[in-house]
């Protein structure tokens, strides 16, 4: 791959000033335009001629890095990977060559898709020792614990590729994250539910796969729902990649101090399960339950209107996005069609979900705060009509995030500006003072 030059200053000949008054000097910084979306103000020297820092608690008007991988229009709602509409890769593409498109910049034709599965799938097995992991948790372990747990362990077994200096080293432990990730997933939920581990098949695709290790068991033949293989799969697309989004900052400030990609990507999990981010999804289906019926939604959404409430109408709401999130779009869509192909009739958290959406959007509250559904609020409703358990929601999003992570992690270890990312801070602690010793203390 060429090494492609990162952004530089030089290339432009727009710039912004910034005057300081109180010294009446004068700042000129590049202004530096990407292929799309917003300039930026490259203040890289800010500090060293000015000696000020710039102050942006939570990145809300910082970019961390400069990427090739996923565009994010938050104004209108367009998401893009490698300039693919999310729409158009959800309804005509599958996670396997999302995934070789996100690592590599291009879709595949036949023969790369075909060989990229083949290393995909004869990487799907884990090391047999890793099964002794699992029996130190309890079997009520929530399965994100297990999931940082042996996922950060993978270091431990795989020496041979963890030079990130080498980029065929890079390839194949990016290539094992993707393919290990299901099988560690469902002996999360096999250990939970007491069943055996179920081994991978290599004449499964990804998502039949992962379905066939999450719900076949020893006592008999387990036959793959293709309907639901397909919806799997689909979720895994719309959950692949998302910008610098906090697990994806999270992976590539791990990496940047030359941490192995296991680590880096264990940290991700960690970082993807808190509930304002991944851990959303379980938080949504719980929010629904607790609802319980449409009749309750006026009384709910006051409660979330109410400032002195800190209840918040999960699944809504983005950093990003201040309109609908076309993943949501996708997946309300996905959510009729799941539930028909499995012939239910009347799901009522469906119903609720739908119900609430109408009211919230017509409410005053979310509309000035520019408040829509994210990926999160319906994607919860297919995975409990696929029975997947709610404490396994955001470990199938981390399985998805996975392939988004470790692209992102191999763009920044090949990025030639790439630096140790170590933020500073804007200090109003005490000032100096001297030490007293404990016997002269009040
Ligand atoms: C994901 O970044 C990504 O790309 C993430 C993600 C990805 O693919 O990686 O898209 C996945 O994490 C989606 C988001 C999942 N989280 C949730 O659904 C949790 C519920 N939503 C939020 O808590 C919230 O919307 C955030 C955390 C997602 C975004 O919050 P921000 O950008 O920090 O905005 P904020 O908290 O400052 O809120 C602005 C205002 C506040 O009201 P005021 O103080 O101005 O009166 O909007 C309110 C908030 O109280 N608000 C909500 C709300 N979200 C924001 N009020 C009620 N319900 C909500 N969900």
Redesign the pocket.
């Known amino acids: 791959m060429t090494q492609k030059k990162a952004a530089d200053p030089a290339a432009t000949n727009e710039y912004v000033t910034l005057t300081d008054h109180s010294t009446g000097e004068n700042y000129d910084f590049p202004l530096m335009p990407g292929t799309v979306g917003p300039k930026v103000i490259d203040v890289r020297s800010l500090y060293g001629r000015s000696g000020h820092f710039t102050f942006d608690p939570?990145y809300?008007s910082t970019g961390s890095c400069e990427s090739k991988i996923t565009y994010?229009d938050g104004e209108v709602g367009v998401l893009m990977h490698r300039g693919y509409k999310i729409e158009d890769l959800a309804e005509h593409s599958d996670f396997m060559e999302v995934c070789y498109l996100l690592l590599n910049g291009e879709l595949p034709n036949a023969r790369e898709k075909a060989e990229f599965e083949d290393t995909i799938t004869h990487h799907t097995m884990v090391h047999e020792q890793i099964n002794y992991f699992f029996r130190g948790f309890r079997r009520d372990a929530h399965p994100m614990a297990v999931m940082v747990a042996t996922v950060g362990a993978l270091s431990a077994f795989y020496h041979d590729s963890l030079d990130i200096n080498d980029p065929r080293q890079r390839m194949i432990t990016s290539h094992r994250l993707v393919a290990k990730m299901p099988t560690l997933a469902a002996m999360a939920y096999k250990y939970s539910v007491g069943q055996p581990f179920v081994y991978p098949r290599n004449d499964l695709n990804y998502a039949e796969n992962f379905l066939h290790m999450m719900y076949s068991v020893p006592a008999e033949q387990y036959k793959v729902n293709p309907v639901l293989a397909r919806a799997m799969d689909r979720i895994f697309i719309l959950?692949a990649d998302?910008?610098q989004?906090?697990?994806?900052s999270t992976v590539r400030l791990a990496g940047s101090t030359g941490a192995n990609p296991f680590a880096s990507v264990a940290a991700g999990i960690s970082s993807?399960w808190g509930?304002?981010?991944?851990g959303?999804n379980e938080?949504?289906l719980k929010m629904l339950e607790e609802i319980g019926s449409v009749d309750n939604i006026r009384s709910f959404i006051k409660q979330?209107k109410d400032?002195n409430d800190d209840?918040?109408?999960?699944?809504?709401?983005?950093?990003?996005?201040k309109n609908y999130?076309p993943?949501a779009k996708v997946l309300q869509k996905n959510c009729h069609e799941v539930l028909d192909a499995l012939g239910i009739k009347h799901e009522p958290l469906l119903e609720i979900a739908v119900e609430l959406e109408k009211i919230a959007l017509d409410d005053e509250?979310?509309i000035k705060?520019k408040?829509f559904p994210?990926?999160?609020?319906y994607s919860g409703i297919i995975l409990k009509a696929m029975n997947i358990p709610t404490s396994m929601f955001t470990v199938l999003f981390a399985v998805a995030?996975t392939v988004g992570w470790i692209a992102q992690w191999k763009e920044m270890i090949e990025d030639p500006s790439q630096k140790l990312g170590r933020p500073r801070q804007l200090y109003t602690g005490p000032t100096e003072r001297p030490y007293i010793p404990l016997h002269k203390r009040r």
Do not use: C, K, Q
């Not at 989004?245 to 994806?248: D, H, K």
């Not at 209840?311 to 996005?321: A, E, I, N, S």
């Not at 994210?374 to 609020?377: I, Q, Y």
């Open positions: 939570g809300t994010i959950h998302h910008e989004n906090a697990s994806t993807l509930p304002a981010h991944g959303a938080a949504v979330v400032t209840v918040r109408l999960m699944g809504f709401g983005h950093r990003v996005y999130d993943r509250y979310f705060r408040l994210n990926v999160d609020f995030r």
